[in-house]
């Protein structure tokens, strides 16, 4: 792969070794997760918005299921984020029925699928378009071998590194085999959807290594001459002023160094910083020269993630409950890593 360089899921953690051990989605209640939209459907408009909850149906099967019970194709049913499977998940989904006409939406609901609103809006649902997602998750079987009440606290006040998660990448990394395939061009892949989500690792991948390198060097959330930052809660991105009032906007978690999605364009940092993410991005040659190729675009995202929100409970002596929001394209798995050395119930693979 990509002149044997090491393609590693094994990324640094920023608060140390896990003061814990134990084991998630044993049932598909351990993880659960509401999409939250960021605003209000207007309840006119050409295409019908429903908000589902499922257990252990994927997002593109219902996605399916709308289109063939309101007779369009599948290209006229929109959502904001696929969900997991092996989850209890709520989450929009638009259909476009310009007419008055709809179906009876209650045919869907089952003991996996449960219409909780419908209503109506002017605009398709787009990937990415929703503001959050809040999760509730348990860790049971829990061993605690620290501090675990120091380490969430510490995670609350301090954040995270915004790694992408392991899904992202595939099964055992299966994702960035393939994405070197087709970026090294031994593989053309007509599929568009498939193609997408090689890409996507591949970027990600690019990007974790990054937010990695940062977190080694003890500088995720400090300020590095020539960095690029993004405001929290937006995807603003900053320049300089003077370096104490950017110093304590980043200790505050108001502002968030960011790395490269990479792609064409400028770096759009300089200095220490365009020194850092060069080293990185020199080593992954290849796959930058295909992610050009492919015309991507770079963008900027944020290599911390804030928790203001998080929450815990000790459910019994061996579960933990945890809560927190993260915005659209940000991962729980990145939070639970920080806390704990987790693994998935043989029941529940991922």
């Given at each position: 792969?990509?002149?044997?360089?090491?393609?590693?899921?094994?990324?640094?953690?920023?608060?140390?070794?896990?003061?814990?051990?134990?084991?998630?989605?044993?049932?598909?209640?351990?993880?659960?997760?509401?999409?939250?939209?960021?605003?209000?459907?207007?309840?006119?408009?050409?295409?019908?918005?429903?908000?589902?909850?499922?257990?252990?149906?994927?997002?593109?099967?219902?996605?399916?299921?709308?289109?063939?019970?309101?007779?369009?194709?599948?290209?006229?049913?929109?959502?904001?984020?696929?969900?997991?499977?092996?989850?209890?998940?709520?989450?929009?989904?638009?259909?476009?029925?310009?007419?008055?006409?709809?179906?009876?939406?209650?045919?869907?609901?089952?003991?996996?699928?449960?219409?909780?609103?419908?209503?109506?809006?002017?605009?398709?649902?787009?990937?990415?378009?929703?503001?959050?997602?809040?999760?509730?998750?348990?860790?049971?079987?829990?061993?605690?071998?620290?501090?675990?009440?120091?380490?969430?606290?510490?995670?609350?006040?301090?954040?995270?590194?915004?790694?992408?998660?392991?899904?992202?990448?595939?099964h055992d990394g299966g994702n960035l085999q393939q994405a070197d395939a087709l970026l090294s061009g031994k593989v053309r892949i007509k599929d568009r959807q498939r193609r997408g989500?090689?890409?996507?690792?591949?970027?990600?991948?690019?990007f974790n290594e990054v937010v990695a390198e940062r977190v080694r060097r003890s500088i995720l959330g400090r300020y590095l001459k020539g960095d690029r930052l993004m405001i929290e809660?937006?995807?603003?991105?900053?320049?300089?002023?003077?370096?104490?009032?950017?110093?304590?906007?980043?200790?505050?978690?108001?502002?968030?160094?960011?790395?490269?999605?990479?792609?064409?364009?400028?770096?759009?940092?300089?200095?220490?910083?365009?020194?850092?993410?060069?080293?990185?991005?020199?080593?992954?040659?290849?796959?930058?020269?295909?992610?050009?190729?492919?015309?991507?675009?770079?963008?900027?995202?944020?290599?911390?993630?804030?928790?203001?929100?998080?929450?815990?409970?000790?459910?019994?002596?061996?579960?933990?409950?945890?809560?927190?929001?993260?915005?659209?394209?940000?991962?729980?798995?990145?939070?639970?890593?920080?806390?704990?050395?987790?693994?998935?119930?043989?029941?529940?693979?991922?």
């Amino acid at each position: 792969m990509n002149q044997s360089v090491d393609h590693s899921l094994d990324f640094p953690r920023y608060h140390g070794e896990p003061p814990c051990s134990g084991v998630i989605r044993q049932q598909p209640e351990d993880f659960q997760v509401d999409e939250l939209l960021g605003f209000e459907p207007s309840g006119n408009g050409e295409h019908v918005y429903l908000k589902i909850r499922k257990k252990g149906e994927n997002t593109l099967w219902l996605t399916k299921q709308l289109a063939c019970l309101a007779g369009v194709n599948v290209s006229d049913v929109g959502y904001a984020g696929l969900k997991d499977r092996n989850a209890v998940t709520t989450q929009w989904f638009s259909v476009w029925l310009p007419g008055n006409t709809e179906p009876d939406w209650n045919q869907l609901q089952s003991p996996s699928v449960n219409i909780l609103v419908t209503t109506r809006h002017s605009r398709k649902l787009k990937r990415g378009i929703h503001k959050a997602n809040r999760f509730l998750l348990k860790i049971r079987e829990l061993e605690v071998s620290g501090e675990l009440e120091s380490r969430l606290q510490k995670l609350r006040s301090k954040g995270v590194p915004n790694y992408y998660g392991e899904q992202r990448f595939g099964h055992d990394g299966g994702n960035l085999q393939q994405a070197d395939a087709l970026l090294s061009g031994k593989v053309r892949i007509k599929d568009r959807q498939r193609r997408g989500i090689y890409l996507s690792a591949a970027r990600s991948f690019l990007f974790n290594e990054v937010v990695a390198e940062r977190v080694r060097r003890s500088i995720l959330g400090r300020y590095l001459k020539g960095d690029r930052l993004m405001i929290e809660g937006t995807s603003n991105l900053s320049r300089e002023e003077e370096l104490s009032i950017v110093t304590e906007q980043l200790d505050s978690l108001q502002l968030h160094p960011t790395a490269p999605l990479y792609g064409q364009g400028r770096a759009l940092v300089e200095a220490d910083s365009l020194d850092l993410e060069a080293g990185i991005l020199t080593t992954n040659s290849a796959w930058c020269k295909g992610l050009e190729r492919a015309g991507l675009r770079r963008e900027r995202r944020a290599v911390r993630l804030a928790l203001p929100s998080l929450q815990w409970e000790m459910l019994d002596d061996r579960c933990l409950q945890l809560s927190f929001e993260l915005p659209s394209g940000c991962f729980a798995t990145s939070v639970l890593r920080e806390c704990c050395r987790y693994r998935v119930a043989e029941s529940m693979p991922v």
